[in-house]
Nanobody, 128 residues
């Protein structure tokens, strides 16, 4: 199995920045597409960003495009989410996810059901 642990959440003023980290276990981490999702109280979990195993291709939700950046360091088994220009509507629990694949994929995965492994989540609160 793969275990994912998020960190870096907290309270920040609107317009500020945070960087989330997701540390992964497993020898095959470098083969897995990775994603970030978020869930606000009373709402469904929604897609934020995803990155291919190579780190060269990324895709973002329209709501965060231009403000958030996903990246990965396969040597460190870690994926990151740099969040800039934060807004109160970004307030949510942020989850890291990994999709199990046996071969490389050319697809972007943006659905909750696409992913097989999930972290515990980290709270991000943006004050106005």
């Amino acid at each position: 199995q793969v275990q994912l642990v998020e960190s870096g959440g907290g309270l920040v003023q609107a317009g500020g920045s945070l960087r989330l980290s997701c540390a992964a276990s497993g020898r095959t981490f470098s083969n897995y597409p990775m994603g970030w999702f978020r869930q606000a109280p009373g709402k469904e979990r929604e897609f934020v960003a995803t990155i291919h195993s190579s780190g060269g291709s990324t895709y973002y939700a329209d709501s965060v495009k231009g403000r958030f950046t996903i990246s990965r360091d396969n040597a460190k088994n870690t994926v990151y989410l740099q969040m800039n220009s934060l807004k109160p509507e970004d307030t949510a629990v942020y989850y890291c996810a990994a999709k199990r694949v046996y071969y490389s994929s050319n697809y972007f995965y943006a659905g909750v059901k696409d992913y097989d492994y999930w972290g515990q989540g980290t709270q991000v609160t943006v004050s106005s």
